[in-house]
T-cell receptor
């Protein structure tokens, strides 16, 4: 059974600081997603990572994937308050169905002024 | 283009009642997925449906839960005789094609069983 672990689960940081959220998974994967969820809202897709070494950046967020280590990171640069949200990684098992995502528990990020 | 629409947004049921959750996929999408998010947990896959067909229900509890996606109208997730442990956020997602890299999620229905 695929297991997806995120850490930290809670992250409180100051504006302007950098930090990284980690996502480990237990079996080989075809693709990995990062989502953002604001309280009471839907999940917003941030990144889809498809291959080893993939790196994608959008604004202050950068995601990378190391399939050999079964590890993805979401790096936050110079955090701002608007980034406060819960961030999930989700994985599709290699050879598995594209629709069956296995999610981590999420990282609740709070950016303080 | 409206996104995935779920209703109601919040639903309160007493133990033993039935809960019906509705999901209207994005226009042009014919694949619907339901996920459940328990408090302080990640989302867990429940069921995948196409119009009039259940494709994969491997994540559905064996009893009391059922889902449908009729030819006309929204997809329905039905929970009979609800118990407190059913309290959760239920998310629906839709996509146009199985091979599409992205499914779009609705805002969820928060079910509270009292």
């Amino acid at each position: 059974e695929l297991k997806v672990e995120q850490n930290p689960l809670f992250l409180s940081m100051q504006e302007g600081k950098n930090y990284t959220i980690y996502c480990n998974y237990s079996t080989t994967s075809d693709r990995l997603y990062w989502y953002r969820q604001d309280p009471g809202k839907s999940l917003e897709s941030l990144f889809v990572l498809l291959s080893n070494g993939a790196v994608k950046q959008e604004g202050r967020l950068m995601a990378s994937l190391d399939t050999k280590a079964r590890l993805s990171t979401l790096h936050i640069t110079a955090a701002v308050h608007d980034l406060s949200a819960t961030y999930f990684c989700a994985v599709v098992v290699s050879g598995g169905s594209n629709y069956k995502l296995t999610f981590g528990k999420g990282t609740l990020l709070t950016v303080n002024p | 283009n409206a996104g995935v629409m779920q209703n109601p947004r919040h639903l309160v049921r007493r133990r033993g009642q039935e809960a019906r959750l509705r999901c209207s996929p994005m226009k042009g999408h014919s694949h619907v997925y339901w996920y459940r998010q328990l408090p302080e947990e990640g989302l867990k896959f429940m069921v995948y449906l196409q119009k009039e067909n259940i494709i994969d229900e491997s994540g559905m509890p064996k009893e009391r839960f059922s889902a449908e996606f009729p030819k006309e109208g929204p997809s329905i997730l039905r929970i009979q005789q609800v118990v407190r442990g059913d309290s959760a956020a239920y998310f629906c997602a839709s996509s146009p094609l199985i091979s599409n890299t992205e499914a779009f999620f609705g805002q969820g229905t928060r079910l509270t069983v009292v």
